[in-house]
Protein backbone atom coordinates (compact mmCIF):
# COMPACT_ATOMS: atom_id res chain seq x y z
CA UNK A 1 0.00 0.00 0.00
CA UNK A 2 1.16 3.43 -0.98
CA UNK A 3 0.39 6.54 0.23
CA UNK A 4 1.90 9.66 2.79
CA UNK A 5 0.66 13.32 3.91
CA UNK A 6 3.93 15.26 4.08
CA UNK A 7 3.56 17.67 7.15
CA UNK A 8 3.47 20.56 4.01
CA UNK A 9 0.30 18.95 2.62
CA UNK A 10 -1.52 19.17 5.95
CA UNK A 11 -0.35 22.60 6.66
CA UNK A 12 -2.23 24.04 3.71
CA UNK A 13 -5.03 21.78 4.62
CA UNK A 14 -4.90 23.96 7.93
CA UNK A 15 -4.48 27.09 6.33
CA UNK A 16 -7.42 26.54 4.10
CA UNK A 17 -9.84 24.97 6.26
CA UNK A 18 -12.80 27.58 7.68
CA UNK A 19 -13.60 25.06 10.14
CA UNK A 20 -10.76 25.79 12.83
CA UNK A 21 -12.92 28.28 15.01
CA UNK A 22 -13.70 27.14 18.43
CA UNK A 23 -11.48 25.02 20.41
CA UNK A 24 -13.87 22.20 20.59
CA UNK A 25 -13.82 22.19 17.10
CA UNK A 26 -12.09 19.35 15.11
CA UNK A 27 -10.12 20.19 12.32
CA UNK A 28 -11.00 18.28 8.84
CA UNK A 29 -9.67 17.50 5.83
CA UNK A 30 -12.03 17.03 2.93
CA UNK A 31 -10.96 14.73 0.33
CA UNK A 32 -13.32 13.86 -3.03
CA UNK A 33 -13.80 10.34 -3.92
CA UNK A 34 -14.28 10.47 -7.45
CA UNK A 35 -17.13 7.22 -7.38
CA UNK A 36 -18.97 9.17 -4.73
CA UNK A 37 -21.30 11.81 -5.74
CA UNK A 38 -20.56 14.48 -2.50
CA UNK A 39 -17.63 14.56 -0.41
CA UNK A 40 -15.71 11.83 2.17
CA UNK A 41 -14.93 13.36 5.08
CA UNK A 42 -11.14 12.80 7.08
CA UNK A 43 -11.59 13.74 10.34
CA UNK A 44 -8.30 14.20 11.98
CA UNK A 45 -6.79 12.23 14.57
CA UNK A 46 -7.67 13.55 17.99
CA UNK A 47 -4.55 12.57 19.96
CA UNK A 48 -1.67 14.89 19.65
CA UNK A 49 -3.58 15.99 16.19
CA UNK A 50 -1.66 19.02 15.73
CA UNK A 51 2.21 19.61 16.28
CA UNK A 52 4.60 22.72 15.77
CA UNK A 53 8.43 22.51 15.30
CA UNK A 54 10.26 24.63 17.78
CA UNK A 55 13.15 25.16 15.72
CA UNK A 56 11.61 26.00 12.05
CA UNK A 57 7.85 26.54 13.13
CA UNK A 58 6.49 23.57 10.71
CA UNK A 59 2.62 22.68 11.76
CA UNK A 60 1.94 18.99 11.27
CA UNK A 61 -1.60 17.95 11.33
CA UNK A 62 -2.76 14.13 11.11
CA UNK A 63 -5.31 12.13 10.09
CA UNK A 64 -6.68 8.98 11.68
CA UNK A 65 -6.20 6.68 8.12
CA UNK A 66 -5.41 8.30 5.08
CA UNK A 67 -6.58 4.89 3.31
CA UNK A 68 -10.05 5.17 5.05
CA UNK A 69 -10.59 8.51 3.25
CA UNK A 70 -8.76 7.68 -0.84
CA UNK A 71 -9.41 3.74 -0.43
CA UNK A 72 -7.51 0.78 -0.20
CA UNK A 73 -4.32 0.07 -2.41
CA UNK A 74 -6.62 -2.07 -4.90
CA UNK A 75 -8.72 1.18 -6.11
CA UNK A 76 -6.64 3.50 -7.35
CA UNK A 77 -7.81 7.16 -6.08
CA UNK A 78 -6.24 10.54 -6.11
CA UNK A 79 -7.24 13.38 -3.89
CA UNK A 80 -8.12 17.09 -4.75
CA UNK A 81 -5.25 19.10 -5.43
CA UNK A 82 -4.75 21.96 -2.45
CA UNK A 83 -2.73 24.86 -3.52
CA UNK A 84 -0.91 27.36 -1.32
CA UNK A 85 -0.73 30.13 -1.46
CA UNK A 86 -3.77 31.28 -3.72
CA UNK A 87 -3.32 33.72 -5.10
CA UNK A 88 0.14 33.64 -6.08
CA UNK A 89 2.31 36.44 -7.59
CA UNK A 90 3.72 35.32 -10.61
CA UNK A 91 7.48 34.47 -10.26
CA UNK A 92 7.49 32.79 -7.16
CA UNK A 93 6.62 29.25 -5.71
CA UNK A 94 3.25 27.51 -5.76
CA UNK A 95 2.95 24.58 -3.38
CA UNK A 96 1.22 22.02 -4.84
CA UNK A 97 -0.36 19.56 -2.22
CA UNK A 98 -1.92 16.11 -3.49
CA UNK A 99 -2.29 11.90 -2.29
CA UNK A 100 -2.63 9.21 -3.57
CA UNK A 101 -3.10 5.32 -3.64
CA UNK A 102 -3.36 2.23 -5.47
CA UNK A 103 -1.64 -0.59 -6.60
CA UNK A 104 2.13 -1.08 -6.53
CA UNK A 105 3.60 0.94 -9.88
CA UNK A 106 1.25 3.19 -10.44
CA UNK A 107 2.34 6.94 -11.68
CA UNK A 108 0.90 10.33 -11.50
CA UNK A 109 1.42 12.82 -14.32
CA UNK A 110 0.21 16.80 -14.22
CA UNK A 111 -3.25 17.14 -15.65
CA UNK A 112 -2.43 17.99 -19.57
CA UNK A 113 -5.92 19.83 -19.15
CA UNK A 114 -4.67 22.44 -16.49
CA UNK A 115 -3.65 25.86 -17.99
CA UNK A 116 -1.25 27.27 -15.86
CA UNK A 117 1.89 27.95 -17.53
CA UNK A 118 4.69 24.78 -17.57
CA UNK A 119 2.81 22.76 -15.38
CA UNK A 120 2.07 20.30 -17.69
CA UNK A 121 5.76 19.97 -17.94
CA UNK A 122 6.49 19.24 -14.58
CA UNK A 123 7.78 15.87 -13.13
CA UNK A 124 5.44 15.22 -10.10
CA UNK A 125 5.60 11.69 -7.68
CA UNK A 126 2.38 10.12 -6.17
CA UNK A 127 2.49 12.66 -3.43
CA UNK A 128 3.24 16.09 -2.96
CA UNK A 129 3.82 18.65 -2.03
CA UNK A 130 5.50 20.07 -4.88
CA UNK A 131 7.08 23.49 -4.86
CA UNK A 132 6.58 24.29 -8.49
CA UNK A 133 7.86 28.68 -9.43
CA UNK A 134 5.06 30.44 -11.25
CA UNK A 135 7.32 31.79 -14.65
CA UNK A 136 7.75 35.06 -14.15
CA UNK A 137 6.00 36.39 -17.48
CA UNK A 138 2.79 34.86 -16.71
CA UNK A 139 -0.17 36.80 -17.21
CA UNK A 140 -2.50 38.19 -14.81
CA UNK A 141 -5.52 35.58 -14.36
CA UNK A 142 -6.94 32.88 -13.27
CA UNK A 143 -5.48 29.23 -14.26
CA UNK A 144 -6.26 25.48 -13.03
CA UNK A 145 -4.15 22.80 -12.29
CA UNK A 146 -4.70 19.40 -11.83
CA UNK A 147 -2.77 15.85 -11.01
CA UNK A 148 -3.96 12.51 -12.64
CA UNK A 149 -2.34 9.03 -11.84
CA UNK A 150 -2.37 5.56 -13.80
CA UNK A 151 -1.85 2.11 -13.17
CA UNK A 152 -1.61 1.23 -16.63
CA UNK A 153 -5.48 0.90 -16.94
CA UNK A 154 -7.17 2.37 -14.64
CA UNK A 155 -6.75 6.40 -14.80
CA UNK A 156 -7.73 8.36 -11.58
CA UNK A 157 -7.88 12.89 -11.51
CA UNK A 158 -7.61 14.66 -8.55
CA UNK A 159 -10.03 17.30 -10.59
CA UNK A 160 -8.70 21.05 -11.80
CA UNK A 161 -8.69 23.51 -9.18
CA UNK A 162 -8.08 27.08 -9.81
CA UNK A 163 -5.50 29.57 -9.02
CA UNK A 164 -5.09 33.13 -9.26
CA UNK A 165 -1.90 34.66 -10.66
CA UNK A 166 -0.82 38.27 -9.55
CA UNK A 167 1.84 40.29 -11.99
CA UNK A 168 4.32 41.27 -9.51
CA UNK A 169 4.59 44.70 -7.91
CA UNK A 170 7.17 46.13 -10.68
CA UNK A 171 8.46 48.54 -8.11
CA UNK A 172 10.20 52.16 -8.29
CA UNK A 173 12.18 52.24 -11.59
CA UNK A 174 15.80 52.57 -11.10
CA UNK A 175 17.09 56.40 -11.16
CA UNK A 176 19.99 56.67 -13.32
CA UNK A 177 22.06 60.39 -12.00
CA UNK A 178 24.25 60.66 -14.26
CA UNK A 179 26.43 58.88 -17.20
CA UNK A 180 29.15 60.74 -18.53
CA UNK A 181 31.54 60.69 -21.24
CA UNK A 182 35.03 62.02 -20.57
CA UNK A 183 33.61 64.36 -17.23
CA UNK A 184 30.98 65.62 -20.42
CA UNK A 185 27.37 64.99 -19.66
CA UNK A 186 26.05 65.42 -22.97
CA UNK A 187 28.69 64.79 -25.74
CA UNK A 188 32.10 64.74 -26.52
CA UNK A 189 34.89 64.77 -29.45
CA UNK A 190 37.89 62.13 -29.50
CA UNK A 191 40.22 60.96 -32.23
CA UNK A 192 40.55 57.53 -33.52
CA UNK A 193 42.71 55.70 -30.43
CA UNK A 194 41.55 57.70 -27.62
CA UNK A 195 40.69 56.71 -24.53
CA UNK A 196 37.07 56.78 -23.42
CA UNK A 197 36.46 57.10 -19.94
CA UNK A 198 32.28 56.45 -18.98
CA UNK A 199 31.33 57.32 -15.19
CA UNK A 200 27.47 56.63 -13.87
CA UNK A 201 26.22 56.96 -10.70
CA UNK A 202 22.65 55.01 -9.99
CA UNK A 203 20.21 53.77 -7.37
CA UNK A 204 18.13 51.11 -7.02
CA UNK A 205 19.43 48.45 -9.44
CA UNK A 206 20.11 45.28 -9.53
CA UNK A 207 21.36 44.92 -12.93
CA UNK A 208 22.70 47.51 -15.81
CA UNK A 209 23.87 47.48 -19.32
CA UNK A 210 25.57 49.68 -21.59
CA UNK A 211 23.44 50.17 -24.80
CA UNK A 212 24.59 52.41 -27.67
CA UNK A 213 26.88 51.93 -30.75
CA UNK A 214 30.61 52.99 -29.39
CA UNK A 215 32.96 49.52 -30.07
CA UNK A 216 34.25 48.18 -26.38
CA UNK A 217 30.75 49.64 -24.52
CA UNK A 218 28.57 46.36 -23.90
CA UNK A 219 27.39 44.34 -22.12
CA UNK A 220 26.24 43.86 -17.81
CA UNK A 221 28.12 47.00 -16.17
CA UNK A 222 30.05 46.92 -12.23
CA UNK A 223 29.80 48.09 -9.69
CA UNK A 224 25.68 49.32 -9.88
CA UNK A 225 25.61 52.35 -7.82
CA UNK A 226 28.82 54.40 -9.12
CA UNK A 227 31.60 53.50 -11.07
CA UNK A 228 33.32 54.10 -14.60
CA UNK A 229 34.92 52.37 -17.41
CA UNK A 230 37.97 53.01 -19.40
CA UNK A 231 37.54 52.27 -23.29
CA UNK A 232 40.42 52.24 -25.90
CA UNK A 233 39.12 53.12 -29.12
CA UNK A 234 40.74 51.86 -32.18
CA UNK A 235 42.78 53.84 -34.09
CA UNK A 236 40.85 52.46 -37.25
CA UNK A 237 37.64 53.45 -35.94
CA UNK A 238 35.69 55.82 -38.39
CA UNK A 239 35.19 59.19 -38.43
CA UNK A 240 31.41 59.96 -37.49
CA UNK A 241 29.38 59.84 -34.40
CA UNK A 242 28.72 56.87 -31.74
CA UNK A 243 25.97 56.69 -28.78
CA UNK A 244 26.63 55.60 -24.98
CA UNK A 245 24.32 55.18 -23.12
CA UNK A 246 22.76 53.13 -20.07
CA UNK A 247 19.64 51.06 -18.65
CA UNK A 248 19.46 50.00 -15.13
CA UNK A 249 16.66 47.23 -14.05
CA UNK A 250 15.68 46.63 -10.55
CA UNK A 251 14.39 43.05 -9.37
CA UNK A 252 10.95 42.98 -10.62
CA UNK A 253 12.44 43.96 -14.27
CA UNK A 254 11.50 47.48 -14.24
CA UNK A 255 13.83 49.35 -16.00
CA UNK A 256 15.22 52.81 -15.92
CA UNK A 257 15.11 55.44 -18.22
CA UNK A 258 18.26 55.15 -20.97
CA UNK A 259 20.50 57.97 -20.95
CA UNK A 260 22.47 58.18 -24.27
CA UNK A 261 25.74 60.32 -24.70
CA UNK A 262 27.44 61.35 -28.31
CA UNK A 263 31.00 60.71 -28.81
CA UNK A 264 32.03 62.30 -31.95
CA UNK A 265 35.32 60.66 -33.84
CA UNK A 266 37.20 62.60 -35.86
CA UNK A 267 39.86 62.59 -38.17
CA UNK A 268 43.27 62.47 -36.92
CA UNK A 269 45.15 65.99 -36.75
CA UNK A 270 48.28 66.14 -38.24
CA UNK A 271 51.42 64.98 -36.39
CA UNK A 272 52.80 68.33 -36.99
CA UNK A 273 49.76 69.88 -34.87
CA UNK A 274 50.57 68.10 -31.98
CA UNK A 275 52.25 71.16 -30.24
CA UNK A 276 49.05 73.44 -30.35
CA UNK A 277 46.03 73.89 -28.50
CA UNK A 278 43.11 72.61 -31.13
CA UNK A 279 39.43 72.96 -31.13
CA UNK A 280 38.28 69.62 -30.27
CA UNK A 281 41.19 67.66 -28.45
CA UNK A 282 43.22 67.81 -25.34
CA UNK A 283 41.32 70.11 -22.64
CA UNK A 284 39.40 71.80 -24.98
CA UNK A 285 37.20 68.26 -25.78
CA UNK A 286 34.18 70.92 -24.77
CA UNK A 287 34.06 71.92 -28.58
CA UNK A 288 32.55 69.63 -30.75
CA UNK A 289 33.80 69.15 -34.22
CA UNK A 290 30.86 68.94 -36.93
CA UNK A 291 31.18 64.82 -38.52
CA UNK A 292 28.29 63.48 -40.08
CA UNK A 293 24.66 61.96 -39.29
CA UNK A 294 22.73 63.99 -36.56
CA UNK A 295 26.28 65.85 -35.81
CA UNK A 296 25.96 67.41 -39.72
CA UNK A 297 26.92 70.96 -40.29
CA UNK A 298 24.79 70.87 -43.79
CA UNK A 299 20.92 71.88 -44.04
CA UNK A 300 18.68 73.06 -46.72
CA UNK A 301 21.18 72.59 -49.76
CA UNK A 302 21.19 74.98 -51.40
CA UNK A 303 18.45 77.99 -51.07
CA UNK A 304 16.28 76.20 -48.11
CA UNK A 305 14.69 74.00 -50.84
CA UNK A 306 16.27 70.50 -51.23
CA UNK A 307 16.79 69.60 -47.59
CA UNK A 308 14.18 70.91 -45.56
CA UNK A 309 15.85 69.42 -42.28
CA UNK A 310 19.93 68.92 -41.46
CA UNK A 311 21.36 66.38 -44.48
CA UNK A 312 22.60 63.42 -42.50
CA UNK A 313 24.78 62.11 -45.26
CA UNK A 314 26.88 64.90 -45.56
CA UNK A 315 30.93 64.67 -44.70
CA UNK A 316 31.71 67.60 -42.64
CA UNK A 317 34.72 66.47 -41.55
CA UNK A 318 35.70 67.03 -45.23
CA UNK A 319 35.21 69.92 -47.80
CA UNK A 320 33.98 67.62 -50.61
CA UNK A 321 32.03 66.18 -48.11
CA UNK A 322 29.90 69.17 -48.76
CA UNK A 323 30.42 70.78 -51.52
CA UNK A 324 29.81 68.80 -54.64
CA UNK A 325 33.39 68.98 -55.91
CA UNK A 326 36.77 69.37 -54.25
CA UNK A 327 38.19 72.60 -53.38
CA UNK A 328 36.93 74.95 -54.59
CA UNK A 329 33.65 73.42 -54.95
CA UNK A 330 33.11 73.46 -58.54
CA UNK A 331 32.10 77.01 -59.24
CA UNK A 332 29.75 79.47 -57.60
CA UNK A 333 28.15 77.17 -55.71
CA UNK A 334 26.55 77.73 -52.14
CA UNK A 335 25.67 75.60 -48.96
CA UNK A 336 23.87 76.35 -45.88
CA UNK A 337 26.58 75.58 -42.87
CA UNK A 338 25.20 75.55 -38.91
CA UNK A 339 26.12 74.74 -35.58
CA UNK A 340 23.88 74.33 -32.74
CA UNK A 341 23.28 76.34 -29.98
CA UNK A 342 23.68 74.01 -27.23
CA UNK A 343 26.64 73.40 -27.07
CA UNK A 344 30.05 74.73 -28.23
CA UNK A 345 30.40 73.87 -31.78
CA UNK A 346 33.11 74.11 -34.58
CA UNK A 347 33.26 73.05 -38.46
CA UNK A 348 36.72 71.98 -39.57
CA UNK A 349 36.40 70.99 -43.35
CA UNK A 350 40.38 69.31 -45.04
CA UNK A 351 40.75 70.03 -48.27
CA UNK A 352 43.71 69.86 -51.07
CA UNK A 353 44.68 73.34 -52.88
CA UNK A 354 45.36 71.15 -55.83
CA UNK A 355 47.37 73.12 -58.90
CA UNK A 356 46.50 76.34 -57.49
CA UNK A 357 47.96 79.14 -59.70
CA UNK A 358 50.02 81.39 -58.14
CA UNK A 359 47.69 84.48 -59.25
CA UNK A 360 44.94 82.96 -58.32
CA UNK A 361 42.01 84.50 -56.43
CA UNK A 362 38.59 83.47 -54.79
CA UNK A 363 36.59 83.91 -51.61
CA UNK A 364 33.83 82.32 -49.89
CA UNK A 365 30.76 84.93 -49.73
CA UNK A 366 28.82 85.10 -46.70
CA UNK A 367 25.30 85.72 -46.48
CA UNK A 368 22.43 85.34 -43.91
CA UNK A 369 20.91 81.77 -43.20
CA UNK A 370 19.12 80.79 -45.99
CA UNK A 371 17.02 78.18 -43.79
CA UNK A 372 14.35 78.92 -40.68
CA UNK A 373 15.15 78.50 -37.61
CA UNK A 374 18.88 79.88 -37.71
CA UNK A 375 20.51 82.47 -36.48
CA UNK A 376 23.08 85.27 -37.73
CA UNK A 377 26.29 85.57 -35.80
CA UNK A 378 30.28 86.87 -36.18
CA UNK A 379 32.16 84.48 -37.16
CA UNK A 380 36.11 84.04 -37.30
CA UNK A 381 37.56 81.66 -40.14
CA UNK A 382 41.25 80.34 -40.34
CA UNK A 383 42.73 77.93 -42.81
CA UNK A 384 45.41 76.35 -40.99
CA UNK A 385 47.03 72.83 -41.61
CA UNK A 386 45.68 71.62 -38.58
CA UNK A 387 41.74 71.24 -37.68
CA UNK A 388 40.01 73.27 -35.21
CA UNK A 389 43.00 75.91 -35.49
CA UNK A 390 42.08 79.44 -34.06
CA UNK A 391 45.81 80.19 -32.70
CA UNK A 392 46.61 82.90 -34.63
CA UNK A 393 50.30 83.80 -33.87
CA UNK A 394 51.10 79.97 -35.13
CA UNK A 395 48.86 80.47 -38.26
CA UNK A 396 50.70 83.65 -39.34
CA UNK A 397 53.56 82.54 -38.79
CA UNK A 398 53.28 79.42 -41.14
CA UNK A 399 50.70 81.15 -43.69
CA UNK A 400 50.85 84.76 -43.67
CA UNK A 401 48.67 87.40 -41.90
CA UNK A 402 45.54 87.23 -43.89
CA UNK A 403 44.46 83.13 -42.76
CA UNK A 404 42.55 83.72 -39.60
CA UNK A 405 40.07 86.85 -39.04
CA UNK A 406 36.69 87.67 -37.40
CA UNK A 407 34.15 88.83 -39.18
CA UNK A 408 32.58 92.67 -38.51
CA UNK A 409 28.85 92.27 -39.47
CA UNK A 410 26.98 88.70 -39.32
CA UNK A 411 26.60 88.53 -42.84
CA UNK A 412 27.23 90.55 -46.45
CA UNK A 413 31.43 89.64 -45.88
CA UNK A 414 33.52 87.19 -47.17
CA UNK A 415 37.17 85.46 -46.33
CA UNK A 416 39.04 85.81 -49.16
CA UNK A 417 41.87 83.40 -50.68
CA UNK A 418 44.28 83.03 -52.83
CA UNK A 419 47.25 80.94 -54.45
CA UNK A 420 50.75 81.79 -53.37
CA UNK A 421 51.01 84.93 -54.73
CA UNK A 422 48.60 86.33 -51.60
CA UNK A 423 50.69 85.05 -48.83
CA UNK A 424 52.29 87.97 -48.71
CA UNK A 425 48.83 89.69 -48.33
CA UNK A 426 47.63 90.51 -44.69
CA UNK A 427 43.93 90.81 -46.44
CA UNK A 428 44.55 87.26 -47.91
CA UNK A 429 44.85 83.23 -47.19
CA UNK A 430 47.56 82.30 -49.63
CA UNK A 431 47.55 78.94 -50.19
CA UNK A 432 50.84 76.56 -51.82
CA UNK A 433 49.63 74.43 -54.32
CA UNK A 434 49.04 70.52 -53.88
CA UNK A 435 49.05 70.95 -49.82
CA UNK A 436 46.43 69.95 -47.35
CA UNK A 437 44.52 72.47 -45.39
CA UNK A 438 41.42 73.25 -43.35
CA UNK A 439 38.77 75.72 -43.40
CA UNK A 440 38.03 75.97 -40.01
CA UNK A 441 34.78 78.07 -38.84
CA UNK A 442 32.96 79.43 -35.81
CA UNK A 443 30.35 81.06 -34.71
CA UNK A 444 32.00 84.06 -31.74
CA UNK A 445 32.36 87.49 -30.76
CA UNK A 446 35.66 86.63 -29.71
CA UNK A 447 38.29 88.61 -31.87
CA UNK A 448 41.26 86.11 -33.53
CA UNK A 449 44.36 86.51 -31.67
CA UNK A 450 42.17 84.61 -28.72
CA UNK A 451 43.80 82.01 -26.79
CA UNK A 452 41.70 79.09 -27.71
CA UNK A 453 41.00 77.92 -24.51
CA UNK A 454 39.34 81.86 -23.99
CA UNK A 455 36.95 81.05 -26.94
CA UNK A 456 33.25 81.27 -26.45
CA UNK A 457 30.34 80.28 -28.56
CA UNK A 458 28.49 83.25 -29.23
CA UNK A 459 25.45 83.33 -27.26
CA UNK A 460 23.18 84.24 -30.12
CA UNK A 461 23.20 80.83 -31.08
CA UNK A 462 21.04 79.80 -27.91
CA UNK A 463 18.15 82.11 -29.43
CA UNK A 464 17.12 79.80 -32.21
CA UNK A 465 19.03 76.81 -31.32
CA UNK A 466 21.73 77.00 -33.71
CA UNK A 467 23.18 79.46 -35.82
CA UNK A 468 23.64 79.30 -39.52
CA UNK A 469 24.85 81.00 -42.81
CA UNK A 470 24.88 80.75 -46.19
CA UNK A 471 28.15 80.13 -47.86
CA UNK A 472 29.27 80.90 -52.08
CA UNK A 473 32.43 79.86 -53.35
CA UNK A 474 33.77 81.35 -55.93
CA UNK A 475 37.16 81.68 -57.81
CA UNK A 476 37.28 78.53 -60.15
CA UNK A 477 39.96 76.50 -61.33
CA UNK A 478 41.15 72.76 -61.78
CA UNK A 479 42.14 71.41 -58.42
Do not use: H
Request: proline residues 7%; charged residues 15%.
Amino acid sequence: MRFNLTSALLLAALIASPTLGNAGDAPKLTITDGELVGPDTCVLDSQSSLEISPAFGDITLRVADLEDCLGTADALSVSPVILAPSPVVAGNELRVLWASVGPDGFTCDPDSSSTLPGWTNASIATQGPLDYVVPALTSQGLYTVGVFCTDGEIVETSGLVSVQVLEPDPGDPPEIFSLTVNGNSSSTSIQPGAQVVVAWNTSGANSCNATGTLPGWSGSITPLSSGSETINTSTSLNVGNYSVGLQCTNGAGTTSATPSRTVSVTSVAPDECSDRDLLGQGDLTNWVRKTTNSNTCLWGNPGGGVFPSPDGDADCTQFSGVWPAPWPGGGNVSRNLFVSGNRPEFIAMQFDSGNIPSGQTGSVALEVPQFGEASAARKMWSISKCPGDFNKTLIDQEMGEGCIRRDSFTFLESFDWGGAGSISSSSRCGLQPNTTYYLNVIFTNDQAGTAPDDLEQSPTCNVTGRCGMNALMSGTYEP
